[in-house]
């Protein structure tokens, strides 16, 4: 339909085009009519838009702001044509299932939305994330569109020139453009850098000019420089004076094809890159002083200057692509005097360079320029790499070679949902600041970190690409996806071993993880079982990854010298351990699953302006529920795969951690450990241990620090305890999942201020590795159950307990299932009025109670049992206790030492003092005989229960709780029942005081004997 339209103004109409990655539409324009429609689904869809008789000479979309416009509208459509700009409300729609934010589009017209041009033809449209509006004309001038509700006197739009002095706006008055007679230098693209709030913009005469909106980004707009000579004539490349060259074999002046920002993650001195219409890049900084300065001050400077501060060649010709490793890596190469690129256009986004090269007559083509993930070289010398360069950007250029040129290009955004995951993930880490605002575009400044540190989270990344012949998307294949593919055909050894020494055996490694644990993304999760299992066996093939090995065994040769002497000159150093690359894999897999959250406070205070951790804010997780359960799910998964392969006896880490503790191969006396396990009685893994033979040649040279099979079981042991710290993570993000479901800051009320203050400053590590974690966990849990025990309660504890069980058995585990649900019954009991029932779910509460002695919070749960007056759990809970604490009765023997004697002991009395305080109670007496509080029962039934624990006090079998019983009786002045109840020790009790007492009475008769 554009076509046959633009047809049909003879090809004379005017028409533009682009692409609006917010909403996921392309557009385009012939003379008056507006197209917009889906790019990345193909379903013939297409809106349409018709301004007034004038052509449409400028288009732009932005944010609609909130409070102006009725909440359907979410963006607002700029469309300027030489009288006058419009704006058109965009109301976007989701799907039946949801999944789809921007599924259905509608133009809605706004007539009151309107002002002219005031005879300035608009050049281009450009907006912030926050809203703003701005337009350039062809009279050089920026100008703000600025709409309101319209109260009052003032209009609903308005258009505001912010580049213009008085000087300039009285002539534009007094005179007419016709008497102008200055040259005018329009603007023909601007661009902003949303991170600095700062404006770029590029002349048609190739000035580029800088302006600065404020540190917040709402300040008025303020010109910092002006650049005319950004690509200096003068230099050798673009015919300046150079030796032994022709005045014709001069290159023509380059022009600027593309400006765009570098973000903070790219660097922190250099603000943003120029591509050239000869490949070339120039890296501008806007920020005077040295670049070290620059970048430890970058987010309190504003900008200066504009200022080149490095130059990249342009990218070589004669390059392709293909499944060679993803493109031909650029470093050392020279591009040829005769050959040079032709750019008509570029786009540069994140790392990612795309150009419009038409320096072939035959076909135009496209270039992607990206940086190289490999950690090694894979070029020929024959390509001049100097050792120097190994350290420098490498970069990898692919060709495609395309019908037409291209027009403009952009990003494809991740949906709503995806981008908020990835903000909530990595807002708050280091140079991803940008990540505070919500918007799918700051996300996409992730894939600046790389396709190393990122594949495991982000999807592919993908562009699409408008020429002139149509739509097309570009998807940038990872190394992790060119592995797959290796994986997924018949592919040679000798192309994965090129692979592994391409991008080192640790990130080969990794990525093997990522397939067979099926880690991607999930659009790219559709792992065939075949490639998850041969990635699972190049993980654990020892001809791959390698086996461990001591890391500097030379160390000892070095020091003898040639005349067979010891040199006393040298420092000898010590060999240390080196692992295989597959715990190097391992450990680059889960330190990049855990960086955005192990250093980070699981806690933050918001909801107050001004709040911190000190403030009276709410509480909440830092993380989103969907952030924890996508980073849960990857964590679980990585666990759960290296788990199954040691189950299965599978690699060195399954074969090792199989022979258990009998069998550990630090005790092996065998020469070969593990024949018969793979390959008909042969293992790849040769572990030896130090044999007879072995010993008698030890006595003639210098025993190994270690021997293979020390080694292995070291590195064995590294993994496993990975493995348990996998599985510890996992578990405490499924408890802040729960914790958030549950309305998290609710739960914190209950806490003290010392635990709040604690709770928001504990990061993920100490929750999954210190006490600290575990008390404040514990804590959280009690006030979780609280919530369905309480009169108030939601639910029943089988509700919760179950998902804590399953989810997170570290920190609820059977005991504490128990401990709860006992609570449950008390509480349940404390509410009825039978008293059968009553003591039905009483014995049920004691009965649970009594499997997990040691567990219990006794001086809370005897306290509800005196109040059920159930004085059995009163009494036999405490001294289970004591009993627990000194099971082999070492303390009463006198078989342990000092230390733990007291400590042991001082527990003991605790859990006796309970049963004590009981009695004191039911007395009215508080300790050393003080009136306490009196118990609400009459005397006769008081005297029950005091007889009650008495009989039970004396049945059991402690003698130390005996005697401490007695003592409290005769302070209480309870004599006849410790004479009537006492029991076969109380006699030994009566004259082991009355000694005491004697000799307390007189003490000169007891020296005299």
Not at 340 to 345: F, G, I, R, T, Y
Not at 979 to 993: I, K, N, P
């Amino acid at each position: 339909m554009l076509i046959e339209r633009y047809n049909a103004a003879a090809g004379e109409g005017t028409a533009l085009c682009g692409i609006f990655s917010e909403i996921h539409r392309a557009w385009a324009t012939v003379d008056n009519s507006f197209y917009v429609w889906r790019f990345d689904k193909w379903d013939g869809q297409c809106q349409e838009y018709h301004a007034d008789e004038q052509a449409i000479c400028a288009v732009g979309l932005a944010r609609a702001k909130p409070g102006i416009f009725v909440e359907a509208i979410q963006y607002i459509l700029i469309l300027a044509t030489p009288v006058e700009v419009m704006l058109v409300g965009v109301c976007c729609s989701a799907s039946a299932d949801g999944t789809d934010p921007y599924a259905e589009l509608s133009l809605q017209p706004l007539p009151e939305y309107m002002i002219s041009t005031d005879g300035v033809t608009m050049t281009c449209i450009t907006c912030t994330d926050r809203g703003q509006i701005f337009l350039s004309g062809r009279d050089g001038h920026i100008y703000e569109l600025q709409y309101t509700t319209g109260s009052g006197w003032r209009k609903r739009c308005r258009k505001v020139c912010l580049t213009t002095g008085l000087g300039s706006l009285l002539s534009r008055w007094v005179l007419p453009s016709a008497f102008n007679f200055s040259a005018v230098d329009p603007i023909v693209d601007m661009v902003i850098d949303e991170e600095r709030n700062t404006i770029y913009a590029r002349t048609e005469g190739m000035k580029l000019q800088l302006f600065d909106l404020g540190a917040s980004g709402d300040g008025p707009l303020k010109k910092i420089t002006e650049e005319k000579n950004l690509v200096d004539p003068r230099d050798a490349p673009y015919g300046g004076r150079r030796p032994n060259a022709s005045r014709a074999a001069r290159s023509p002046k380059p022009s600027i094809v593309c400006i765009s920002p570098l973000s903070a993650m790219e660097s922190k001195w250099l603000h943003a890159v120029a591509v050239l219409s000869d490949g070339k890049r120039l890296f501008i900084s806007t920020s005077g002083g040295s670049s070290s300065s620059v970048g430890l001050n970058s987010g309190l400077q504003r900008p200066s200057c504009l200022k080149i501060v490095a130059t990249r060649p342009s990218p070589p010709l004669g390059v392709g692509g293909g499944l060679t490793f993803g493109a031909v890596s650029a470093a050392g190469r020279a591009q040829p005097e005769d050959l040079a690129l032709k750019v008509e256009s570029a786009f540069y986004s994140a790392g990612a360079l795309i150009m419009s090269d038409s320096s072939a007559t035959a076909m135009s083509s496209l270039l992607a320029v990206q940086k190289d993930s490999a950690a090694q070289l894979s070029l020929p010398s024959t390509f001049a790499t100097a050792s120097r360069s190994s350290k420098a950007l490498r970069e990898t250029v692919s060709a495609l070679p395309v019908e037409g040129r291209m027009l403009c290009a952009s990003d494809v955004f991740p949906l709503p949902d995806a981008a908020f995951i990835m903000q909530s993930l990595y807002a708050d880490v280091e140079c991803l600041s940008a990540f505070r605002k919500l918007s799918e575009k700051a996300s996409v400044k992730l894939w600046a970190k790389g396709d190393l540190p990122t594949q495991h989270i982000l999807p592919r990344r993908r562009m699409v690409v408008f020429n002139t012949m149509g739509l097309m998307e570009l998807v940038f294949n990872r190394p992790v996806d060119i592995l797959r593919k290796l994986f997924d055909g018949n592919t040679l050894r000798s192309q994965i071993e090129e692979f592994f020494n391409r991008f080192g055996a640790g990130e080969a490694a990794a990525m093997c993880l990522m397939l067979a644990a099926k880690l991607l993304y999930t659009e790219d999760s559709l792992i065939s079982n075949a490639v998850s299992e041969k990635a699972a066996e190049a993980f654990e093939d020892p001809g791959l990854v390698g086996m461990p090995q001591l890391n500097g065994t030379t160390a000892l040769s070095n020091t003898r010298t040639q005349a067979g002497g010891f040199s006393m000159g040298q420092v000898v150093q010590e060999a240390e351990p080196l692992f295989s690359g597959a715990y190097e894999g391992l450990c680059l897999c889960s330190s990049r699953l855990l960086y955005p959250v192990w250093e980070l406070p699981v806690m933050v205070v918001r909801g107050l302006i001004g709040s911190n951790d000190h403030g009276d804010g709410v509480v909440v997780c830092r993380l989103s529920t969907g952030a924890m359960k996508v980073l849960e799910s990857k964590i679980r998964s990585l666990e759960t795969f290296l788990r199954s392969r040691r189950n299965k006896r599978r690699g060195l880490y399954g074969y090792v951690a199989g022979l258990g503790d009998s069998g550990s191969i630090l005790y092996k006396t065998g020469p070969t450990i593990g024949a018969g396990i793979h390959n008909n009685g042969k293992t790849p893994y040769r572990i030896r241990d130090m044999d007879s033979a072995d010993q008698s040649a030890s006595n003639k040279k210098p025993r190994s620090l270690y021997t293979s099979a020390e080694l292995a079981a070291m590195e064995v042991r590294a993994i496993e305890c990975l493995r348990r710290l996998l599985r510890r993570s996992g578990e405490a993000l499924v408890l802040l999942q729960l914790l958030c479901q549950h309305n998290v800051a609710r739960l914190v009320q209950t806490l003290g201020n010392d635990l709040r203050k604690k709770l928001v400053q504990l990061t993920f590590h100490q929750l999954v590795c210190s006490e600290d974690g575990d008390q404040l966990a514990m804590r959280l849990i009690s006030s979780l159950m609280e919530y369905y025990i309480g009169p108030e309660g939601k639910g029943t504890v089988e509700d919760i307990s179950t998902k804590l069980r399953e989810g997170c058995p570290s920190y609820f585990n059977e005991s504490d299932y128990k401990y709860y649900s006992a609570v449950e019954s008390l509480e349940k009991a404390s509410m009825t009025n039978n008293q059968d029932e009553r003591d039905i779910l009483a014995r049920e509460a004691f009965n649970l109670l009594t499997r997990i002695p040691d567990s219990a919070d006794l001086s809370a749960i005897c306290k509800r049992f005196e109040n059920l007056r159930f004085y059995e759990a009163v009494v036999r809970l405490p001294l289970q206790k004591a009993q627990a604490l000194d099971s082999n009765a070492d303390v009463i023997n006198g078989q342990i030492d000092a230390r733990h004697h007291d400590t042991i002991t001082a527990q003991r009395v605790q859990c006796y003092e309970i049963v004590m305080n009981a009695l004191r109670t039911l007395k009215g007496a508080g300790r050393s005989g003080a009136p306490g509080p009196v118990t609400a029962l009459d005397p006769a039934s008081r005297s029950k229960c005091i007889k009650q624990i008495i009989q039970l006090s004396v049945q059991w079998p402690d003698t130390a709780f005996h005697e401490h019983l007695y003592r409290t009786l005769i302070e209480l002045g309870l004599d006849n029942e410790l004479l009537e109840y006492g029991g076969s020790d109380l006699v030994a009790f009566l004259q082991s005081a009355g000694r005491k007492h004697q000799e307390e009475v007189n003490p000169n008769n007891n020296l005299a004997l």
